[in-house]
Every structure is written in C-alpha cells, then in structure tokens.
T-cell receptor
Framework: DAKTTQPPSMDCAEGRAANLPCNHS???????VYWYRQIHSQGPQYIIH???NNETNEMASLIITEDRKSSTLILPHATLRDTAVYYC?????????FGPGTRLSVLP | DAGVTQSPTHLIKTRGQQVTLRCSPK?????VSWYQQALGQGPQFIFQ???????QRGNFPDRFSGHQFPNYSSELNVNALLLGDSALYLC???????????????FGSGTQLSVL
C-alpha cells in the first residue's frame, strides 16, 4: 500500500500555478520525497525529488515542510500539456510504491 | 542516449496462454524493475532484478517470473494468463550506484496486454 496520500483530482487554469499537495505521514529520516507524473498511455516521468530542502528544476519546484510530513509540487505556469496524473512517493533504495495519485486537469 | 525500451507495445492473448515481455534499460543502468498498472490505478511493483537475480518481489503469484541477462536487459513472463492480468506492464531501470541522493527510476512506455 502507498505510504502517501494525495487528493484524487485538481483543476488549474492554463498559465496559472498548479500546487499539488502530498502527505507523508510515515516518512522516515533517510527517505527522499519523489514526484512523478504520467501522461495518458505513457510510462511515469520523473519530475523532481528532495530530502529536506526545497528544490527547483526546469520542470517544477518542490516545497517540503520542516517536519517533512507534507510536500507541495509547484508547476509555476501550467500548460495544457501538464494535464496528467501526479504521484508523490517516499523512498530510499527500495521499490517505489505508487498510490492512485492526483489527476491534474489544466483548463484553457 | 536511448531511454528504456519495451517490446512489444501491444499484445493480445487468450486465457491460459503464456506471454513474454521484454525490456532494455537505459544506458548505464544495471537494475530493472517491473510494474503492473491496471486501468485507473497507480503502478504496482512486481519484482526487481539486479546482477541477474531477483532482488525484491511484490505481492504477485509465482505465475509471474522474470529474468535478467548479462547485458542488463530483462524479460517478464506470465504463465496461465487470467482475464485479470490485462494491464499496462511497465519496465523501469535505475543504477545501484545512485541509491540515495541521485536515485531515479526511468520508465519505458509499457506493453499493453489484453487477455481475452
């Protein structure tokens, strides 16, 4: 079973920031927070990951709370191509356990 | 640099048959994991291969078996197919040297298996 919890769905207007939350209630000290997304009929795509500090790359930003019990993935300017299922995962060196994720719909 | 490649992309089988799916990992990766994704659900871990041995296994019956070759490519075999085996089968590769700060899974596009 997945260790993380996410809302099942969210909508976002095109061009606006999409903020996707995740709860990591049982995360352990050495586990990283990962975010992946899956566009219809494709394999999951890596977005970003981090341990304690906030991270940013060309795709997104990751905000991790100080107690590491929750994280937020931020897509700063969502486009229609960002419509996908987004998964957050805690992991260190084990198999990645996916929950049902959040289905993000970016609306024109 | 080729990513993870899987073949075939689509497959139709009938109940009771056997199927073999193939995966070539990303260049430089030595570990292959297989996932099953039913419609509307997240991927479920089947097993992981490293150094030609099964290293971890999820909650799947032994009808599901695998193999890893010296070139790190891998096969997933499913025997005695059931209707419930219809799913997208995903292969993911990673590098054991990068566990921790640099660990990432790279996924192929999957094989869509339909069991009739």
């Amino acid at each position: 079973d997945a260790k993380t919890t996410q809302p099942p769905s969210m909508d976002c207007a095109e061009g606006r920031a999409a903020n996707l939350p995740c709860n990591h209630s049982t995360i352990s000290g050495n586990e990283y927070v990962y975010w992946y997304r899956q566009i219809h009929s494709q394999g999951p795509q890596y977005i970003i990951h981090g341990l304690k500090n906030n991270e940013t790359n060309e795709m997104a930003s990751l905000i991790i709370t100080e107690d590491r019990k929750s994280s937020t993935l931020i897509l700063p300017h969502a486009t229609l191509r960002d419509t996908a299922v987004y998964y957050c995962i805690d992991n260190y060196g084990q198999n990645f356990v996916f929950g049902p994720g959040t289905r993000l719909s970016v609306l024109p | 640099d080729a990513g993870v490649t899987q073949s075939p992309t689509h497959l139709i089988k009938t109940r009771g048959q056997q199927v073999t799916l193939r995966c070539s990992p990303k260049s430089g990766h030595d570990t292959v994991s297989w996932y099953q994704q039913a419609l509307g659900q997240g991927p479920q871990f089947i097993f992981q291969y490293y150094e030609e041995e099964e290293r971890q296994r999820g909650n799947f019956p032994d009808r599901f078996s695998g193999h890893q070759f010296p070139n790190y490519s891998s096969e997933l075999n499913v025997n005695a197919l059931l209707l419930g085996d219809s799913a997208l089968y995903l292969c993911a590769s990673s590098s054991t040297d990068l566990v921790g700060a640099n660990e990432k899974l790279f996924f192929g596009s999957g094989t869509q298996l339909s069991v009739l």
